[in-house]
C-alpha cells in the first residue's frame, strides 16, 4: 500500500511478482505505472479536505480520507475473495483502517518519518524560527502515524536516525531496513561527459562536471545554498559544467510567494553562467545514471531529514561525495573516507571544496572507491529484500516479531 505506487516497495512488489505462487496486490491512488504481475487497485478519494479544517488537523483529514479510501478498496477486494498473508504499507493514511478490514492479517508499517519541533528539520535553519503554534501544529501532525504504530504488528524504518526520531515506547516494533540500492545498475561507468540528445545536453567536451540531485529544488534539500556555491565555482572554474537534476518545485517546507520557485529566484539574484548551468527538469532513470556516472564531483546536502535514495546511488555509482554534516548523512559518510563532509549553511565552504576537489580529483580515488564499498556492504538491494523478505514470511508464518 502506497499512495504514489510504488513508491518504496518498487523492487520488493517486483521480487514477489516474480514467484508464480504468490498474489500480490498493489491498493494506491496513483493510476498510472504498472508492474508485471501485480494487481493494481486504485482508489479515488470520495471528498478533499476543506480550508474550514483547523490547520492543525488537515494533516490528520487527510491521512483519513486516504485510509477510508483505501480500506473500501481492500473491502472489495475482501469481497472478492483475495484475503491477504501479509500487508505491507506506507503510513500516509493508507493503513489505518486495515486492521478493521483484515483483522486477522499481520500489518507491517513502512514508517519514514515522524516529526519533532526540536532537533532535527523543523528548527534547523535559521531562516525560519521556530514559534508555539509552529510546535503545537507538528505535534498534531503526528496523530496518523501515532494511530498507525499502535495498530500495527511490526513496522520497517530505513535509517537508525530516522528511527530514532520516534517515540522509544515504539522503536521495539520497528526493524531498520533500507530499501536497498541496485548496485548492479548503478556502477561506475562512463569515463567521458555525457551526450543527452533528449535534453540538449553535450558534455562530450567537459572534463569537470558537478552534479546535483533532488527530488524538488528547495531548502529542504539545500538548493539555495548550492546555487550559491554553484556561482562561484563557475566564476573560478571556466572549463566546469554544472548539471542539475529534479523538478523546479517544492516537496517538503515552505514554497515562496506569489508561485515564485527557488530556481528562479536563484537566477535573479545570482546571474551564474547559463551556458554551463544545465536544468535538467525530471528525467529516466538511464539518463540520470549517466549523468552521476560523468560526475566529478556530487553535491548533496539535506535538512536533518529523511535521507534521499540519490545520495545511495551516487555512492554506488563511485562518485565523489561533498554531503553536509547533518543527518542521517553522518549515519553513511565519514569525512575523507567515503566522502567530504560540508556544512550546510556555508555556500562559501561547499564552493572551495567543489574546486579543491576538482583540482584533486586523482587524489581522491579513494574516496570514490570506498563510497561504492560502503554501499555494497550495508545498502545492497538484494541484501536488504532478503531482510524484508525473512521479516514478512515471519510474520505471515506467526513465527517472527510479529
Known amino acids: 500500500m502506497h499512495r504514489n505506487f510504488p513508491g518504496q516497495f518498487l ?6 511478482a516474480r514467484d508464480p505462487g504468490n498474489r500480490v ?15 493494481k487497485v ?4 470520495k471528498k478533499r479536505g476543506t480550508s474550514a479544517t483547523h490547520r492543525y488537523l488537515r494533516f490528520f483529514e487527510e491521512a483519513v480520507l486516504h485510509g477510508q479510501a483505501a480500506a473500501r478498496a481492500a473491502m472489495d477486494l475482501k469481497k472478492k475473495g483475495f484475503v491477504p498473508d501479509v500487508i505491507v504499507g506506507h503510513t500516509w493514511g ?3 483502517f486495515m486492521k478493521d478490514v483484515f483483522p486477522d492479517v499481520p500489518l507491517v508499517g513502512y514508517f519514514e518519518w515522524f516529526y519533532r519541533a526540536r532537533g532535527s528539520d523543523v528548527d534547523f535553519d535559521r531562516a525560519y524560527p521556530l514559534t508555539i503554534d509552529r510546535e503545537a501544529l507538528v505535534r498534531i501532525r503526528n496523530s496518523h502515524i501515532l494511530v498507525d504504530l ?22 521495539r516494533k520497528i526493524s531498520v531496513i533500507h530499501d536497498g540500492i541496485d548496485t548492479g545498475y548503478f556502477r561506475p561507468g562512463l569515463v567521458s561527459g555525457p551526450v ?9 567536451g567537459a572534463n569537470e562536471i558537478v552534479t546535483y540531485v533532488s527530488r524538488g529544488l528547495e531548502p529542504y534539500r539545500g538548493f539555495p545554498q548550492f546555487m550559491e556555491a554553484a556561482s562561484l565555482v563557475l566564476e573560478k572554474r571556466p572549463g566546469c559544467h554544472i548539471v542539475i537534476v529534479g523538478e523546479d518545485r517544492v516537496f517538503y517546507g515552505r514554497g515562496l510567494p506569489e508561485g515564485k520557485t527557488y530556481r528562479q529566484l536563484a537566477l535573479e539574484t545570482l546571474s551564474p553562467d547559463t551556458t554551463r548551468l544545465h536544468f535538467t527538469g525530471r528525467i529516466p532513470y538511464d539518463q540520470y545514471r549517466r549523468i552521476l556516472q560523468a560526475s566529478s564531483v556530487h553535491v548533496y546536502l539535506t535538512y536533518p531529514f529523511v535521507l534521499s535514495w540519490s545520495m545511495l546511488e551516487a555512492m554506488s555509482t563511485g562518485c565523489l561525495v561533498l554531503a553536509s554534516g547533518t543527518p542521517p548523512v553522518t549515519e553513511v559518510i565519514s569525512d575523507g573516507v567515503n566522502g567530504i563532509l560540508i556544512d550546510f549553511f556555508s555556500p562559501r565552504m561547499i564552493a572551495d571544496k567543489v574546486i579543491e576537489a576538482l583540482k584533486n580529483q586523482g587524489d581522491l580515488a579513494g574516496i570514490r572507491q570506498r563510497a561504492r564499498e560502503t554501499i555494497l556492504e550495508g545498502y545492497d538491494l538484494k541484501a536488504s529484500l532478503s531482510r524484508q523478505m525473512r521479516l514478512l514470511t515471519q510474520c505471515a508464518g506467526g513465527a517472527g516479531p510479529c
Open 196 to 204: 543527452l540528445p533528449e535534453l540538449n545536453l553535450d558534455l562530450s
Open 150 to 171: 499502535y495498530t500495527c504488528d511490526q513496522g520497517i524504518c530505513p535509517t537508525n536516525w530516522q528511527l530514532d526520531q520516534f517515540p522509544q515506547e515504539f522503536r
Open 11 to 16: 523492487h520488493l512488489a517486483r521480487f514477489l
Open 94 to 96: 493508507q493503513t489505518l
Open 25 to 39: 496486490a498493489f491498493i494506491t491512488e496513483r493510476k498510472d505505472r504498472f508492474l508485471p504481475g501485480v494487481l
Open 42 to 45: 486504485v482508489y479515488e478519494l
